[in-house]
């Protein structure tokens, strides 16, 4: 942890969730969960709600405490020790309530928002369809206006927290024939007559999250559950990238700093040739390379978190947030597996919990947007960024000794 770059209030919150960690989430719910004896964990996610830490960043009368995106983070990384289902759980009132805070009424924030931070109502996002998960503005599910209401009929799969959600947020074609971006709506659909809700999935890892598929059938959905403007979702959903991938990367950091403490005392105490681990370069290298990527990777979760909080504007908003959830996810994974080959063969046992954080961490680099979605982003608002620089850079294009032969400077 970086608690230099802490105020005296965030440490104290880091250190209400530390104690929720250590104190609350019992070894064997994590140990049912992945064994999916525990699809979802109910109980979790009440005590979270009473203990006022899900939804920080949302007003208080609604169940938040007002504070912002670096106060968040720090709570996450604490929370993504756990692995990536209980992280999930945690971040889907912080994702939904994002759509709910920002684009939803007044009524829905009552309805909905505030009981959902009070650990009371649960919630998932139905974004992803079987056709394809990056495709966004592909998608076939569809609400036809009926009087005041709309009739959604569609699937969605892959959504964490299915099982036990009351409510989703599912986003579906209103205007099938328009631009692409002017095509979709976002609505708030509660769980009931024609929502089917299927526990499919045999998942590698991140189990016990309740991931499954819904079906929609004949769905009426109140107008007044609309979110925004009719065929105006693609707001929404380029504001809600900022909540999904900033939870992931905040998460994969506690998820590596996991890894690494386990590897890391296990290196102090196994020995070979009578020398404990830690004293062979190449066990004390892999440490090191592990602790600087993940510096590395908190600076930058950080940063990205600052700068929207400090309100930090477009290209260079989106291309921190995308760097933030790519970077700090590779460094999981990369960190994970130091941490496995530091161990050895009892590292791929389940005599260590590292074997289970590998399969957890596998999945971060998918969801929320692939990191080479990822990659796309960055290039592209990186590239919009360069394209405005003033004439008040230096030319560095000119500091070479023959920069002045333009003849041979052919570009077609």
Request: glycine share 10%.
């Amino acid at each position: 942890m970086f608690d230099f770059l802490l105020t005296d209030a965030q440490k104290e919150l880091q250190k209400e969730a530390m104690a929720f960690v250590k104190e609350k989430v019992p070894k064997q719910l994590i140990l049912d969960m992945d064994a999916e004896k525990v699809v979802y964990p109910v109980d979790y996610i009440k005590e979270l709600g009473q203990a006022n830490l899900l939804g920080l960043r949302f007003a208080s009368n609604y169940g938040g405490r007002g504070l912002n995106w670096v106060d968040e983070i720090g709570v996450l990384e604490e929370i993504g020790v756990l692995g990536t289902s209980l992280a999930c759980l945690y971040s889907l009132p912080s994702i939904v309530g994002e759509a709910l805070a920002c684009f939803g009424s007044e009524d829905l924030k009552q309805r909905y928002l505030k009981p959902t931070l009070e650990g009371k109502l649960y919630t998932a996002e139905a974004l992803t369809e079987p056709r394809g998960g990056s495709d966004f503005f592909g998608a076939t599910t569809v609400a036809v206006k009926d009087g005041e209401d709309y009739i959604l009929n569609g699937q969605k799969r892959f959504v964490v927290g299915a099982e036990g959600a009351d409510y989703f947020m599912v986003y579906a074609k209103t205007n099938p024939e328009g631009k692409a971006h002017e095509s979709m709506s976002a609505f708030i659909v509660d769980r009931g007559p024609g929502v089917e809700v299927g526990y499919l999935y045999g998942l590698m890892g991140t189990r016990g999250g309740g991931a499954g598929r819904v079906v929609f059938k004949d769905v009426r959905v109140p107008g007044k559950n609309l979110l925004g403007k009719e065929n105006g979702a693609a707001q929404i959903f380029y504001q809600m990238m900022i909540p999904e991938r900033m939870t992931s990367a905040a998460g994969a950091l506690g998820m590596a700093r996991a890894a690494l403490d386990v590897a890391t005392a296990y290196s102090t105490k196994r020995k070979a040739f009578n020398h404990t681990i830690k004293d062979f370069q190449a066990v004390s290298f892999k440490v090191a390379d592990s602790i600087t990527r993940l510096d590395a990777a908190r600076s930058l979760v950080y940063t990205a978190a600052r700068a929207i909080d400090s309100g930090v504007p477009g290209a260079q908003g989106r291309r921190l947030v995308s760097e933030a959830k790519k970077f700090a996810t590779n460094t999981a994974w990369e960190v994970v597996n130091n941490a496995m080959q530091i161990m050895g063969g009892i590292g791929y046992t389940n005599v260590y919990p590292v074997e289970r954080l590998l399969r957890d961490t596998r999945l971060i680099m998918i969801w929320t947007g692939t990191n080479e979605v990822m990659d796309l982003i960055i290039q592209h608002e990186y590239y919009k960024e360069f394209g405005k620089q003033t004439a008040d850079h230096r030319a560095i294009e000119e500091d070479a000794l023959n920069a002045h032969l333009t003849e041979e400077k052919v570009y077609e």
